[in-house]
Structure formats: C-alpha cells, structure tokens
C-alpha cells in the first residue's frame, strides 16, 4: 500500500500563505510526476500545480504568480507554496503521484487530503 502523507493544511485569513508538503516513498517518488489537487466544496477536483522528476512545472492560470510547487529529491518530498490566498482557494487539497515507470503502466497515488481554509 503506496502512501501519500501530507501535512500543512488550516485556516488562514485572506492574503496569508501556507505550505502544504506531501512525502512520498522514495521508490514512487524518484520517477513520478508530482502534483498537487484540490476540490473546492461542492465541485470537482482540479489540477493545482504538478511537477515533473526533472523538475518542470505546470501551474493552474488561477493560481499562476501566487502558488509555487518544488520537489526535494533528497527528503522525497513535494511541496506547495501559497501567497496571497484567498477565500476561492478554500478546498481540500490532495497530493498525486502520476507513477510510470514504463511506458504501458501508469497508475495514481493520492494523499488522504487537507484543508485548506481561507477567510476574508
């Protein structure tokens, strides 16, 4: 049972920031895309920011200029960092791991989820 375990979630007042940081066994880690989700109550899950293991991002417009992603191969960990939040940011937030060591196998690791409160 690959887990995903993610800490850094709470209640911030609107402008604030938090880190959200997902570890991940180190075997599922080295060749994954890492990414992080969210979904908002009441909708549906969204890309937030992924990354790749070589390091290349892709980051939400909604999100663009105001969150980072990084990873930290030595400590198996993927972090999100969130400035400037505000109120529609509120979701729970889920770490993803895209694993695909060959070409015809791909599966998904998710974290448990954290919440991520933001009041105006």
């Known amino acids: 049972q690959v887990q995903l375990v993610e800490s850094g979630g709470g209640l911030v007042q609107a402008g604030g920031s938090l880190r959200l940081s997902c570890a991940a066994p180190g075997s599922i880690f080295s060749i994954s895309t890492m990414g992080w989700y969210r979904q908002p109550p009441g909708k549906q899950r969204e890309l937030v920011a992924a990354i790749s293991s070589g390091g290349s991002t892709n980051v939400a417009d909604s999100v663009k200029g105001r969150f980072t992603i990084s990873r930290d191969s030595a400590k198996n960990t993927v972090y999100l960092q969130m400035n400037s939040l505000k109120p529609e940011d509120t979701a729970v937030y889920y770490c993803?791991?895209?694993?695909?060591?060959?070409?015809?196998?791909?599966?998904?690791?998710w974290g448990q989820g954290t919440q991520v409160t933001v009041s105006s």
């Open positions: 993803n791991a895209n694993y695909r060591p060959t070409w015809d196998f791909r599966r998904d690791y």
